[in-house]
């Protein structure tokens, strides 16, 4: 079964066709300036490319690129589209109403669409994209929906509520939601493949850091606590985003500045961060050479990541009471070895401890354990693949239909 896997953004459009006798990435490839102009860059898995700059008024006339690339370019990955079998799409907000994957018909497009107040980034894009491909494809493919929100409905009251009035959750469905899921889902699967190791009774702390960045408690194979709460904002600094603030900053910063909702929405979400502290940049490899090179700034910015990212690995090692393992992945997570030294660092009073020769060589899609023989507290790298989780839910889900 070949499945083709999609993760639409407002102006953008990736995906990857994912050959599931094996779990084999056949070709990966990103439409992007949709609705400006339009390009597409497109791989083989045997290292074949074909790209092209070529008119995308909207996320169809994409699609229509996409089908051309993986069927009829020099770098085609199949004969003919009858040999996809199913699409699953990447959603970012499930709200309350989604917990697990759902195939796709006309009612959870709409439902997804309904989630837009609480992720206008994100799910009107997936929306447009469903629609665009049950139009590019017919209806006679299968499509899944998989939610980044739906490892962490596991969450019990007491992680996922906001201590304001009831009533505010009740009207308004105001809480902590999550986001990574399907990272934080996917690593979590592997850690129990690599060591064998029952779920019932585990305590683990995943960390998922790339330009954007969260953690999670899990508690049992189950999400127990999450950094990021209503929004993908809420956490800790990450490349443009402040992450968690005292509430009282924004309406000081409204009084001074004069701004309003959009600009404030802007400024935390895409002036912050690595890039609002450093002001060099949001790409933590800029910052960190930057620092090397003697940047103020740019030092400041890494402790101050490193510090934060310490400092929720510390509480959700109190949460869970104590934890079997930390799992550090995402770009930063898988490469920066440094930090992963840092972290273990702060946690030597308990035993943690990291072989630091293997953490130096465990980078560029290394994947094991970094920690000695003899630490009380297990520490891995395991590279994300989200999307050969979306593609799993959609091959487990079609072959029941």
Do not use: W
Request: glycine residues 10%.
């Amino acid at each position: 079964m070949k499945i083709l896997v999609v993760n639409a953004g407002s102006s953008s459009l990736k995906y990857q066709l994912i050959d599931m006798n094996g779990e084999k990435m056949l070709a990966k490839g990103l439409c992007e300036r949709i609705g400006v102009d339009g390009r597409i860059t497109h791989k083989t898995a045997d290292g074949r490319e074909y790209s092209a700059e070529t008119p995308m008024p909207d996320h169809t006339a994409a699609f229509d690129c996409l089908k051309y690339a993986l069927v009829e370019s020099d770098a085609k990955a199949v004969e003919s589209l009858d040999e996809i079998s199913a699409v699953g799409h990447r959603i970012v907000q499930g709200g309350a109403i989604f917990s697990e994957s759902v195939v796709v018909d006309e009612k959870v497009v709409e439902e997804i669409e309904g989630l837009a107040d609480l992720a206008p980034l994100h799910n009107k894009a997936h929306a447009q994209g469903i629609r665009a491909c049950l139009e590019s494809f017919g209806k006679d493919v299968p499509e899944v929906v998989v939610f980044d929100t739906a490892f962490h409905s596991t969450m019990p009251e007491t992680s996922y509520l906001y201590a304001l009035p009831y009533e505010y959750f009740e009207k308004y469905k105001i809480r902590r939601y999550g986001f990574h899921g399907t990272s934080h889902r996917y690593i979590t699967q592997r850690y129990f493949e690599l060591t064998g190791k029952e779920k019932e009774g585990s305590r683990i702390v995943t960390c998922h850091l790339g330009n954007g960045s969260s953690i999670s408690a899990v508690k049992d194979g189950k999400c127990y606590d999450t950094s990021m709460g209503l929004t993908p904002l809420d956490g800790f600094m990450m490349g443009t985003r402040t992450g968690t603030l005292d509430p009282s900053v924004v309406t000081y910063i409204i009084e001074k500045e004069n701004l309003g909702a959009k600009e404030l929405s802007d400024l935390f979400n895409k002036k912050s961060g690595m890039l609002g502290v450093s002001g060099i940049s949001s790409d933590n490899r800029d910052v960190e050479q930057a620092a090397k090179d003697g940047n103020k700034r740019a030092q400041l910015a890494i402790t101050m990541q490193r510090y934060q990212i310490t400092k929720f690995v510390g509480q959700y090692i109190a949460a869970l009471g104590g934890t079997d393992a930390i799992i550090f992945t995402g770009g930063i997570g898988e490469n920066g070895d440094e930090l992963r030294e840092y972290v273990a660092e702060h946690f030597g009073y308990m035993g943690v401890k990291i072989d630091l020769e293997l953490n130096k060589k465990m980078i560029r899609g290394g994947e094991g354990l970094i920690s000695t023989p003899d630490s009380s507290v297990a520490v891995y790298v395991i590279p994300t693949n989200e999307e050969l989780m979306i593609a799993r839910d959609t091959k487990a889900i079609v072959e029941k239909m």
